[in-house]
């Protein structure tokens, strides 16, 4: 599999760039989350969840301070699966090879939410892109520990019913923020949803009907909350200060042109 294993040779790359490099993005609003999770003294989470949010973050940052990731399944989710699944690999001490025959289990899945319901922001909302990615990555982390098809599918459909409604309103139109805040919490639903089901814990929804339901809520939801940048987060207040900063930065460093005459 040298495609999945290079695939996965980048994600672990992405985490390990966001610790060593600065992770400034252009317009300021990313600055280093990952290394100040990772560092903090002030610990709410067991050091191993901390690390996790971090790794998560960590890859993200690489993406929106236009480094090199893996779109899984879209550039705004890639912190998602680099996070779980090298955590995942870490702590349960998992081959090379299990790990890439995760990668096509959740290929897979991320085919199934495509089939019938979508893995784009600019569709489905929020939920379509960081809800697919976690979806994806707890059905992995279920298949790395053995777990039964159906306890995968549970994982799923538990990762769904946690990320349903989620909407698309990035801060002016940028992949930042929410989105950096919102791979890590995506993590943490994808390990939760996974123990929940590795349990054998029922989803009492079927899997399918999770991934319909999700098309459906996705195909309401009005065009500001996806993509657009003209509801949610992006419509707030200091939303809109932040855009219309970023709009005169960007005016202001575009090269001098001739007068045209009409
Ligand atoms: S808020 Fe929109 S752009 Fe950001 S991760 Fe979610 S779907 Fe992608």
Excluded: W
Excluded at 32 to 41: C, I, P, Q, R
Excluded at 64 to 83: E, F, K, L, Y
Excluded at 178 to 185: E, F, I, L, Y
């Amino acid at each position: 599999m040298p495609g999945v294993a290079a695939n996965y040779a980048v994600m672990k790359q992405a985490v390990e760039t966001g610790f060593s490099d600065d992770m400034t993005s252009r317009s300021g609003m990313i600055n280093n989350s990952a290394k100040k999770v990772h560092n903090s003294k002030k610990t709410v989470l067991s050091p191993e969840f901390q690390l996790l949010i971090a790794r998560a973050l960590s890859a993200k940052e690489v993406n929106s301070c236009m480094g090199r990731v893996v779109a899984a399944p879209t550039a705004g989710a890639s912190g998602i699966m680099p996070g779980v699944l090298y955590t995942l690999q870490e702590q349960h001490q998992l081959t090379n090879e299990k790990m890439h025959e995760a990668m096509l289990i959740a290929a897979g899945i991320a085919l199934i939410i495509e089939h019938k319901s979508s893995l784009a922001g600019a569709v489905g909302g929020c939920q379509a892109e960081t809800g697919s990615a976690a979806a994806m990555a707890a059905g992995a982390i279920v298949y790395c520990l053995d777990g039964t098809p159906e306890e995968i599918f549970n994982a799923v459909a538990i990762t769904i019913q946690c990320m349903l409604g989620l909407v698309c309103d990035p801060v002016a139109g940028l992949v930042e923020v929410p989105c950096v805040v919102r791979n890590a919490s995506a993590v943490a639903i994808a390990n939760s949803s996974a123990q929940i089901a590795i349990a054998g814990v029922d989803s009492v929804i079927p899997v399918d009907e999770c991934v319909e339901a999700m098309g459906e809520v996705g195909e309401s939801m009005e065009s500001r909350y996806k993509e657009t940048a003209l509801g949610g987060l992006a419509a707030t207040t200091t939303g809109q200060k932040i855009a219309k900063k970023i709009l005169i930065h960007d005016i202001d460093i575009l090269p001098d042109q001739e007068p045209t005459s009409d």
